[in-house]
C-alpha cells in the first residue's frame, strides 16, 4: 500500500521592518521632493538675483587715461556702500517715504477696518457682492489705476475739475503739497479692498457668543465693535500694517507715472526705487545702484522687525 505523505508545512517569510531612522530619512526625502518646486523657484527668484546685486555692489566702472578712455570695472570693496551712508538723496527718499505711509497708512487701514465692522452685521449674501465690489480696485494692476486717476485729475476733461469750476474753485492736484494728498488717495482706493478682506475673516473669524452675551448685558452695536471685535484682531491690523508700511518704501510704479504730468513736484528721488531706477538706468551706475537696492532691502526687513515687535508688545 501506499502512503500518503503530508507536504512540508509552509514556513512563514520573516516581516521586515523598516528602522524608525531608515522611516524618517525616507520621510526626509518625500518631504524634500515635494518642497522641490518651491525650493526652485526661490533660489531662482530670490537668491540668485541678491547673489547678483552683491556681486555688483561691490564692484565699480573706472575709466583709463584723462577720463576720456574706455571704462572697465574694477573691485571696489564696501565703497559703493560707503558712499550711500553720505548720499542724501537716497536717505532723504526713505524719510519721505516713510513719513508718507505714517500719515496714509492709518487713514487706509482705519477706512478698511470702518468698511469690514459694517459689513460684518450685513447679511451674508450682500457681504459677498460688497466685498467683489471694494476688490475691484485692488484686482485692476497699479498702471491703470493711476492713468484712470490722472484722467481724474487732469485740468482738461476731469469731470472733478468741471465740478470745481461750475463751483468757482481752482484746485491744482500736482502743486506743492496737493501731490502728496493725490497718491496718498489713488494708493488708499487701491488697498482698501485688500485690507478690508482680510480685516473681515479675521472678524468671521470670532466667536458669535461673545456678541451674544454682550447684547445680553446691554452694549449697543457701536460698543461691541470697539470693545469686543477691534481689540481681538489687533493681529491681522499689525499684519497689514506691516504690509503697508513695506509697500510705501518699495512704492515706485504709481509716482513713476505721476511724473510725466508734474515731473517738478515729483523729483528722480522721490521715492528709493526711483533714486534707485534712476541710477542704474539713467545715470548708468549699476553697482551703484546694486548697492542701494541692497541697503534698501535691509532697512526696510529692520523697520518690519521692529515694527511687529513693538506693536506685539504693546497688544500683549
Known amino acids: 500500500m ?26 526626509a526625502y518625500k518631504g524634500l ?88 452685521g450685513v447679511a451674508a449674501r450682500a457681504v459677498r457682492f460688497f466685498r467683489a465690489g471694494l476688490l475691484i480696485p485692488y484686482v485692476i494692476p497699479g498702471v491703470v489705476s493711476t492713468l484712470i486717476w490722472l484722467f481724474l485729475y487732469s485740468p482738461t476733461g476731469s469731470p472733478i475739475h468741471d465740478v470745481l469750476g461750475r463751483a468757482g474753485a481752482d484746485f491744482d492736484f500736482f502743486g506743492g503739497v496737493n501731490t502728496y494728498l493725490s497718491l496718498a488717495n489713488l494708493l488708499t482706493w487701491q488697498g482698501i479692498g485688500f485690507n478690508m478682506i482680510l480685516i473681515s475673516a479675521a472678524l468671521q473669524a470670532l466667536p458669535r457668543e461673545l456678541y451674544e452675551a454682550a447684547r445680553i448685558d446691554g452694549a449697543r452695536e457701536w460698543r461691541i465693535a470697539w470693545s469686543i471685535k477691534v481689540p481681538n484682531i489687533t493681529g491681522i491690523l499689525i499684519l497689514t500694517g506691516m504690509f503697508s508700511l513695506i509697500a510705501r518704501l518699495q512704492l515706485f510704479g504709481e509716482p513713476l507715472i505721476m511724473r510725466q504730468i508734474a515731473p517738478e513736484s515729483i523729483n528722480t528721488d522721490f521715492t528709493p526705487m526711483m533714486e534707485i531706477y534712476f541710477k542704474a538706468f539713467q545715470s548708468g551706475n549699476y553697482q551703484y545702484a546694486a548697492a542701494e537696492s541692497l541697503v534698501l532691502a535691509v532697512i526696510t526687513g529692520v523697520l518690519a522687525f521692529v515694527f511687529y515687535r513693538v506693536t506685539n508688545r504693546r497688544t500683549a
Open 2 to 27: 501506499s502512503t500518503l505523505t503530508r507536504p512540508p508545512a509552509a514556513t512563514a517569510s520573516p516581516v521586515r521592518r523598516t528602522s524608525p531612522r531608515r522611516a524618517g530619512r525616507r520621510g
Open 33 to 120: 521632493l515635494f518642497t522641490l518646486p518651491f525650493l526652485v523657484g526661490f533660489v531662482a527668484t530670490y537668491v540668485i538675483p541678491i547673489g547678483y546685486a552683491f556681486s555688483q555692489s561691490v564692484q565699480e566702472k573706472k575709466s583709463s587715461g584723462l577720463g576720456f578712455g574706455p571704462t572697465r570695472t574694477v573691485y571696489a570693496g564696501f565703497s559703493n556702500f560707503a558712499s550711500i551712508l553720505t548720499d542724501g538723496s537716497f536717505w532723504i527718499s526713505v524719510l519721505r517715504s516713510l513719513a508718507f505711509g505714517a500719515l496714509q497708512i492709518p487713514v487706509m487701514l482705519g477706512i478698511s477696518l470702518l468698511l469690514a465692522l459694517l459689513l460684518d
